[in-house]
């Protein structure tokens, strides 16, 4: 049902004093009990509600119908205050009233008067405030979450009475989706209250528009299209993307505008698989989603994946997943942000988009050569695709200049295949020693490298000449405290004289976080921890050593420098 026609219904059930139920169900998230508040307020506002009296009433933790009914008594607001939520004041006038229909007795007002120093009201105040509930608009909601002791039908039998009895409108709000067992004899006692149901079901276009109102931004004009194409029509959801993709573009800012659209591209994707994990596909598919990778599958004749993603993901500006996708996902996941790392990996593809002109040429070749023709030659086909890796090899993931090589040698390309491969080693020479290393990147258990590609990484990953000088990689450990492979395989060539220097050159907050940085490295298992561990304490066990002072101050980091360490200069650590 339309947004339009949904909107509709509502204002006219607001402007007739008629008793009636209307129920609205849905999905949760999709804008229920935010579309009623909103539409109920607009109709407030142009004094276009029937009724002058209006309760809502959620049911969750509710156990009883005794509970319900003083719910409904005690959240009745009136007049001006209408939509508000209910106060002590609001609910003193309604004590009043309640008063005056028990004819002011003495014991109900010595009795009303103890309410607000007790936890909570009697059976005999309930009952007496629900006298008073009459010709009134009540909303009440998430009635599959109502308590054990609080049987649907009785809540449905009440609300039967407070529309015969009570000429009462009452709006019923629910989340079809959590109905457990017996969903059909639950619609069939809903179908005998309701005069009207409303299937609360909107589309993308209808969902973004709720929940970004008429705001329009850069974050919008890059994010609600990509909310279009996932069909994302959970407002919440959309809410919580909207305010993570706000903090990350406030993170990336004066980042290259094209980065920071895949960093938010990256973010609706991976934030939708945390929030929706029974629609959305997992964080494990998309950091290993290779779009070029299902193409190769089919053209070897095998059959293809199954999978309820890919034609999705193929349609969604997102071909693979690269070191800065890598730290979105993971924030995602994490639901916060490691920002200096975020903006090293932003830096790091600016500085890869430099190196090409357009950097779109690949992506094209694929897109609209592979994907989006039948009319195109093989010949054609494998030449652009050739050309156009070579051009941009420094943008290109691993993954996909896998697939890409791959695809070159299974139509006879072999010398073209061997070239691609130069090239893109040649092209990503300044890249750190994480990058060749193949584990970092996100093959499928199913996805093959190809052997000389392998064997190319293996090489370039042996031959790493690691130029930078040890103490500003240790300072900037301890600054970040945080490291790389290539950090713990640079200090894990030092020797306890270099460390010796390097912790007597740090200053400040860095002789800490140094100190204990270097530590938590050397306990972590990684390679080449343990040589970084016995170097290290050797060092401060010789800083010790030079004087009672700075023995004192080493004895507060924790280490233990009468353990015995078998190591010297001569062992080449």
Same mark, same amino acid.
């Given at each position: 049902?339309?947004?339009?026609?949904?909107?509709?219904?509502?204002?006219?059930?607001?402007?007739?004093?008629?008793?009636?139920?209307?129920?609205?169900?849905?999905?949760?998230?999709?804008?229920?009990?935010?579309?009623?508040?909103?539409?109920?307020?607009?109709?407030?506002?142009?004094?276009?509600?029937?009724?002058?009296?209006?309760?809502?009433?959620?049911?969750? %933790?509710?156990?009883?119908?005794?509970?319900?009914?003083?719910?409904?008594?005690?959240?009745?607001?009136?007049?001006?205050?209408?939509?508000?939520?209910?106060?002590?004041?609001?609910?003193?006038?309604?004590? +009043?009233?309640?008063?005056?229909?028990?004819?002011?007795?003495?014991?109900?007002?010595?009795?009303?008067?103890?309410?607000?120093?007790?936890?909570?009201?009697?059976?005999?105040?309930?009952?007496?405030?629900?006298?008073?509930?009459?010709?009134?608009?009540?909303?009440?909601?998430?009635?599959?979450?109502?308590?054990?002791?609080?049987?649907?039908?009785?809540?449905?039998?009440?609300?039967?009475?407070?529309?015969?009895?009570?000429?009462?409108?009452?709006?019923?709000?629910?989340?079809?989706?959590?109905?457990?067992?017996?969903?059909?004899?639950?619609?069939?006692?809903?179908?005998?209250?309701?005069?009207?149901?409303?299937?609360?079901?909107?589309?993308?276009?209808?969902?973004?528009?709720?929940?970004?109102?008429?705001?329009?931004?850069?974050?919008?004009?890059?994010?609600?299209?990509?909310?279009? #194409?996932?069909? #994302?029509?959970?407002?919440?959801?959309?809410?919580? #993307?909207?305010?993570?993709?706000?903090?990350?573009?406030?993170?990336?800012?004066?980042?290259?505008?094209?980065?920071?659209? +895949?960093?938010?591209?990256?973010?609706?994707?991976?934030?939708?698989?945390?929030?929706?994990?029974?629609?959305?596909?997992?964080?494990?598919?998309?950091?290993?989603?290779?779009?070029?990778?299902?193409?190769?599958?089919?053209?070897?004749?095998?059959?293809?994946?199954?999978?309820?993603?890919?034609?999705?993901?193929?349609?969604?500006?997102?071909?693979?997943?690269?070191?800065?996708?890598?730290?979105?996902?993971?924030?995602?996941?994490?639901?916060?942000?490691?920002?200096?790392?975020?903006?090293?990996?932003?830096?790091?593809?600016?500085?890869?988009?430099?190196?090409?002109?357009?950097?779109?040429?690949?992506?094209?070749?694929?897109?609209?050569?592979?994907?989006?023709?039948?009319?195109?030659?093989?010949?054609?086909?494998?030449?652009?695709?050739?050309?156009?890796?070579?051009?941009?090899?420094?943008?290109?993931?691993?993954?996909?200049?896998?697939?890409?090589?791959?695809?070159?040698?299974?139509? %006879?390309?072999?010398?073209?295949?061997?070239?691609?491969?130069?090239?893109?080693?040649?092209?990503?020479?300044?890249?750190?020693?994480?990058?060749?290393?193949?584990?970092?990147?996100?093959?499928?258990?199913?996805?093959?490298?190809?052997?000389?590609?392998?064997?190319?990484?293996?090489?370039?990953?042996?031959?790493?000449?690691?130029?930078?000088?040890?103490?500003?990689?240790?300072?900037?450990?301890?600054?970040?405290?945080?490291?790389?492979?290539?950090?713990?395989?640079?200090?894990?060539?030092?020797?306890?004289?270099?460390?010796?220097?390097?912790?007597?050159?740090?200053?400040?907050?860095?002789?800490?976080?140094?100190?204990?940085?270097?530590?938590?490295?050397?306990?972590?298992?990684?390679?080449?921890?343990?040589?970084?561990?016995?170097?290290?304490?050797?060092?401060?066990?010789?800083?010790?050593?030079?004087?009672?002072?700075?023995?004192?101050?080493?004895?507060?980091?924790?280490?233990?420098?009468?353990?015995?360490?078998?190591?010297?200069?001569?062992?080449?650590?």
């Amino acid at each position: 049902m339309s947004l339009d026609l949904i909107e509709k219904e509502i204002l006219r059930f607001l402007a007739d004093s008629e008793p009636e139920v209307l129920c609205i169900r849905g999905k949760w998230g999709v804008g229920k009990t935010y579309t009623w508040d909103n539409l109920l307020e607009k109709a407030t506002h142009n004094n276009a509600v029937a009724l002058k009296k209006y309760a809502y009433v959620t049911l969750f %933790g509710l156990n009883s119908l005794e509970d319900l009914r003083f719910s409904i008594f005690e959240n009745t607001n009136s007049g001006a205050e209408l939509t508000q939520a209910a106060t002590i004041e609001s609910f003193s006038s309604m004590i +009043q009233q309640a008063a005056d229909a028990g004819r002011r007795s003495r014991n109900l007002i010595e009795l009303t008067a103890s309410v607000f120093n007790r936890k909570g009201v009697t059976d005999a105040l309930a009952k007496v405030g629900f006298l008073n509930v009459r010709k009134q608009l009540i909303c009440i909601d998430d009635l599959e979450r109502a308590g054990k002791g609080l049987e649907v039908r009785d809540v449905l039998g009440l609300i039967s009475f407070l529309r015969v009895k009570r000429d009462c409108k009452i709006a019923l709000l629910l989340n079809d989706e959590q109905i457990g067992e017996g969903k059909a004899e639950f619609w069939k006692q809903v179908e005998k209250v309701a005069d009207t149901i409303l299937h609360f079901e909107l589309n993308p276009s209808e969902a973004s528009s709720i929940a970004f109102g008429t705001h329009q931004s850069d974050i919008r004009t890059i994010v609600e299209p990509l909310l279009h #194409i996932l069909n #994302i029509t959970n407002i919440r959801i959309i809410k919580k #993307i909207q305010l993570g993709a706000a903090h990350l573009t406030d993170i990336l800012a004066g980042q290259d505008e094209d980065v920071v659209k +895949q960093a938010l591209t990256a973010f609706v994707l991976s934030k939708w698989a945390v929030l929706d994990p029974d629609n959305a596909p997992p964080t494990a598919y998309i950091r290993s989603y290779n779009e070029f990778a299902s193409a190769l599958k089919a053209s070897n004749g095998k059959e293809a994946l199954v999978d309820k993603f890919a034609d999705l993901l193929a349609s969604y500006p997102y071909n693979s997943t690269d070191e800065l996708d890598d730290v979105i996902i993971a924030g995602a996941e994490a639901g916060y942000f490691n920002e200096t790392l975020l903006n090293q990996r932003a830096a790091l593809i600016s500085a890869r988009k430099k190196k090409t002109e357009g950097g779109e040429e690949f992506s094209r070749v694929w897109k609209d050569m592979y994907h989006g023709s039948l009319a195109t030659s093989d010949e054609d086909f494998l030449d652009a695709l050739f050309k156009s890796a070579v051009q941009e090899a420094a943008l290109i993931t691993p993954l996909n200049i896998n697939s890409s090589i791959k695809l070159l040698r299974e139509f %006879g390309r072999t010398e073209m295949a061997d070239k691609l491969i130069e090239a893109y080693i040649h092209a990503k020479s300044d890249e750190s020693l994480e990058f060749f290393d193949l584990r970092h990147h996100h093959f499928s258990a199913d996805e093959a490298v190809d052997d000389n590609l392998k064997t190319a990484f293996q090489e370039k990953f042996d031959s790493f000449v690691d130029d930078r000088k040890p103490l500003d990689v240790l300072k900037s450990i301890a600054q970040r405290q945080g490291w790389s492979e290539s950090d713990v395989a640079l200090l894990a060539k030092q020797t306890p004289s270099d460390f010796e220097t390097m912790f007597e050159a740090l200053q400040g907050n860095e002789v800490r976080w140094g100190i204990e940085s270097v530590g938590s490295i050397g306990n972590s298992g990684k390679p080449g921890a343990e040589a970084i561990r016995k170097a290290s304490i050797e060092a401060l066990r010789r800083i010790a050593q030079k004087s009672p002072i700075r023995a004192r101050k080493i004895a507060r980091f924790g280490i233990s420098l009468d353990e015995a360490i078998a190591t010297s200069e001569s062992d080449g650590i």
